[in-house]
């Protein structure tokens, strides 16, 4: 191709094509774009100063962590004691009333349960095996017999009480009673099984052993901080730790005091106590003197009938109550309400 029709040829390129001066400019942007990326490349690499530099170290566990784990470990254990209590409590309820009533004719008699119940007196009686009958209306339970102790008196019977008297009426009463005791005694277990009676007895019982186990370790760690006191102090808090006179109370009071931590307060009713023992002539006195307490008795000379069981019923809620009553007096000494007439 002659030279001058190249050079033509290329005078006439492409309108829509970039030109020599568009395609520099483009490579010089490329080219900056480059730049900008090797060097954010090179900055993200640390650089041997920095990774030389030494680890921040770890904060140090509080001095009384292990009674805080002590603590949360009672918690997990009286909730599971609780819940375990609340499923034998459900499931025994239930268990009784699908079972029903105890049959009438397997109730042992006063002398039978003189001689063989669960509670027989030392060196007169032999203990059986019984079912413990508690019916709604008495206080204490009764004995009713089992299969098994019915044979275990059987065989016992002429050894205990000799072949003649009331040995032989005994006996065949005892045995009239077998197919009815043993019939009882498969619905019994049959009910247990499908209650899990048992099986829930045994899980309460190694709840509480859990939780008693926490609480005795509790009791044996010490504390070193006031958080480590508060946590003793919540531990005692929770109990009727007003009871009992304890010469280390006023020590539990200022601990709370310090700590912050609430103290149980009683549930009996003081003030409303109080006003009913002065409306009906008695009254509470501080000796100063004798630095003590003082309950006026109400008169009962020409006292009702209905009065004196008044006084008789408030004297005993003080007796029952004299913790909680003490409790509530005691910052009120100098109340005039409690000045000696």
């Known amino acids: 191709m002659p030279f001058g029709l ?73 909730a599971a004691e609780k819940a375990a209590d609340a499923a034998c409590t459900e499931a025994y309820a239930a268990f009784r009333a699908a079972l029903g009533p ?21 060196g007169r009686g032999v203990r059986l095996s019984t079912h413990l009958v508690r019916r709604n209306d008495a206080i204490n339970p009764e004995h009713g017999w089992t299969a098994e102790g019915l044979r275990q008196a059987l065989n016992l019977a002429v050894a205990l009480f000799g072949q003649g008297g009331q040995t032989p009426h005994r006996i065949r009463r005892w045995r009239s009673l077998l197919p009815a005791a043993t ?97 009906i002539g008695g009254r509470v006195e501080y000796r100063a003197e004798r630095a003590e307490w003082a309950f006026v008795h109400p008169s009962t000379d020409g006292a009702s009938l209905e009065t004196r069981d008044r006084i008789r019923g408030l004297y005993n809620e003080k007796c029952s109550h004299s913790c909680a009553i003490h409790l509530w007096l005691e910052p009120r000494i100098a109340d005039p309400r409690f000045a000696r007439a």
Not at 35 to 55: D, K, N, R, Y
Not at 102 to 116: G, I, K, N, S, Y
């Open 102 to 122: 105890f049959p009438d004719e397997l109730l042992m008699t006063p002398w039978e349960a003189h001689r063989f119940g669960m509670f027989p007196p030392i």
């Open 6 to 78: 190249s050079l033509k040829n290329l005078i006439r390129r492409d309108p829509g094509a970039p030109g020599l001066r568009e395609r520099a400019a483009d490579l010089r942007t490329s080219l900056s774009r480059r730049t900008v990326v090797a060097g954010t490349v090179a900055a993200a690499v640390p650089l041997p100063a920095l990774a030389l530099a030494p680890p921040i170290p770890e904060a140090a566990p509080h001095p009384d962590q292990g009674l805080f784990d002590i603590e949360a470990l009672c918690v997990r254990a009286d």
């Open 183 to 279: 019939a009882y005694d498969t619905r019994h277990a049959e009910m247990d099984r499908q209650f899990r009676i048992q099986a829930l007895r045994e899980e309460y019982e190694d709840a509480t052993l859990t939780a008693r186990r926490a609480h005795a370790l509790l009791r044996r760690t010490s504390a070193t901080t006031v958080e480590g006191l508060a946590v003793h102090t919540r531990a005692l808090a929770s109990e009727t730790w007003y009871e009992g006179g304890s010469p280390y109370k006023i020590l539990l009071q200022s601990a709370a005091a310090i700590t912050g931590v609430a103290l149980r307060r009683p549930d009996f009713d003081v003030p409303a106590w109080l006003d009913a023992w002065e409306q």
